[in-house]
């Protein structure tokens, strides 16, 4: 029980320290003019910020929906997307589309009510399997195991229900993509139990919200191109990655980049995030005196590069086996 108290207090003092140090590291970007200078160059073109967040808190996703709103972003649904990366549609200035990643419960109250109140399209990716199930996410039981009472203690589910999704899927601001059934990693499945993670979640999903799903994410983004045929066969008409760049009309309907939003970030880290200039600017710091001393300490702050060089190598595969 101690134990766990001590673990719980130095996650917060970490979160704390994490979230001072990049507040005020993007607080020198807005100083230095970076932010404003993206979002102009943004504006001016023909290309669309797509957005993805996990579990925001209500009090961040509102100030990031209004920070777009006031800032000259027209919020796009998941067709109009399509109709963008299909060539039949341009990007309208400052167009943004928001989506959601793995279903969180907390989405009811932080962020499906922010939604319909200013009118914003989003897109949630499900894994069907998940919420059909005990609606616990496999990749936190660690923390759960940290956090657990003794044998037989049970935890709150922490992906909504089936009953849920279909309700707010009838709400005409949300839109239902699929994360795959188990929320598998595509690169590491055979081609059968890669068929069937983007085949059954599709007709999961779509037999409970009685409408057709036609969005993929690739769950934690790493792609290798052999999913590409495969949703296609499906049905699928787009799927997104977690590549930290601006969808431009020439880009691979199955290729989409997104630019990710944390959880409980500070709301200037977030806008960095927005217009896609913090992580090549936080990058280098990576390597510097500074944070090799405090990288422990900051918790999880950077991007991580091996990361990011296996999304990219991968992205290269996929372009490679879809020519
Ligand atoms: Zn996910």
């Known amino acids: 029980m101690i134990t766990n108290l001590i673990s719980s207090a130095r996650a917060r003092a970490q979160r704390a320290l994490r979230n001072v140090f990049c507040a005020t590291f993007a607080s020198s970007l807005f100083a230095l003019g970076r932010v404003h200078r993206a979002r102009r160059r943004i504006l001016a073109r023909n290309v669309v910020t797509s957005i ?9 996703f509102e100030k990031c929906v209004r920070w777009l709103k006031s800032n000259g972003y027209r919020f796009l ?34 962020v499906v009510p922010i939604a319909r109140k200013h009118h914003v399209p989003i897109t949630i990716f499900i894994p069907s399997g998940i919420i059909e199930g005990d609606g616990l996410f496999p990749w ?3 923390t759960r195991s940290r956090l657990a009472a003794g044998p037989g203690h049970t935890f709150p589910r922490e992906a909504m229900t089936v009953t849920e999704l279909r309700e707010i899927a ?22 059968g ?3 069937s993670e983007l085949a059954v979640s ?19 983004g790493q792609v290798d191109g052999r999913e590409i045929p495969l949703l296609k066969e499906s049905g699928y008409l787009i799927a997104v990655t977690t590549e930290a ?4 009309a020439d880009v691979d309907p199955f290729l989409v980049p997104r630019f990710h939003v944390g959880d409980e970030i500070p709301f200037i880290e ?4 927005m217009v896609g200039i913090w992580r090549s600017a936080i990058e280098p710091l990576q390597y510097g005196r500074l944070l090799r001393r405090g990288r422990n300490a900051l918790g999880g702050v950077l991007p991580s590069a091996h990361r990011q060089k296996t999304h990219r190598e991968a992205s290269v595969q996929a372009d490679r086996l879809h020519q």
């Not at 599709?202 to 934690?220: M, N």
């Open 52 to 60: 993805y967040f996990h579990n925001p808190n209500k009090r961040l």
């Open 202 to 220: 599709k007709q999961q999903l779509e037999s409970w919200i009685g409408q057709p799903v036609v969005s993929f994410a690739y769950p934690v």
């Open 193 to 195: 139990e890669l068929r």
């Open 140 to 142: 936190l039981a660690p």
């Open 77 to 110: 649904s998941v067709l109009e997307v399509i109709e963008i990366v299909q060539g039949r549609m341009s990007p309208p200035p400052g167009a943004v589309w928001l989506t959601f990643d793995d279903g969180f419960r907390r989405l009811l109250d932080a």
């Open 245 to 248: 760049s601006l969808l431009c």
């Open 170 to 191: 009838q709400y005409p601001e949300i839109s239902i993509g699929s994360h795959t059934v188990t929320h598998a990693i595509t690169t590491g499945l055979s081609s």
């Open 270 to 273: 977030a806008v960095c995030n």
